[in-house]
């Protein structure tokens, strides 16, 4: 059974940096396509970056030149960088990953989630 756990989250004054991390276990070789996406209440979930296998990334724009996904592929593990943190990057953040050959940030597209870890920015 595959599980992912994620970690690192807390709260920051703004413009301050927090590093996520989750945590992937149970599947057989390495996610094709790992991913990061946040909620708040009453909102969609909506993508934040995304990282495939071989290292090709993709941010949603309003984290561009802020946050940095990576990943560790001998640890299965996953990473989000977050500088510089604004208080609309509120929310709880969601690890998600998925096999196959295509990495989109929709969440219809993930087979496999975390249980979040809430990350807080005050003004």
């Known amino acids: 059974q595959v599980h992912l756990v994620e970690s690192g989250g807390g709260s920051v004054q703004a413009g301050g940096s927090l590093r996520l991390s989750c945590a992937a276990s149970g599947y057989s070789s390495s996610f094709y396509c790992m991913a990061w996406f946040r909620q708040t209440p009453g909102k969609e979930r909506e993508g934040v970056a995304y990282a495939t296998q071989y290292d090709t990334a993709n941010y949603a724009d309003s984290v561009k030149g802020r946050f940095t996904i990576s990943r560790d592929n001998a640890k299965n593990t996953l990473y989000l960088q977050m500088n510089s943190l604004k208080p609309e990057d509120t929310a709880m953040y969601y690890c998600?990953?998925?096999?196959?050959?295509?990495?989109?940030?929709?969440?219809?597209?993930?087979?496999?989630w975390g249980q979040g870890t809430q990350v807080t920015v005050s003004s």
């Open positions: 998600a990953a998925k096999g196959g050959s295509r990495c989109q940030l929709s969440v219809a597209e993930f087979d496999y």
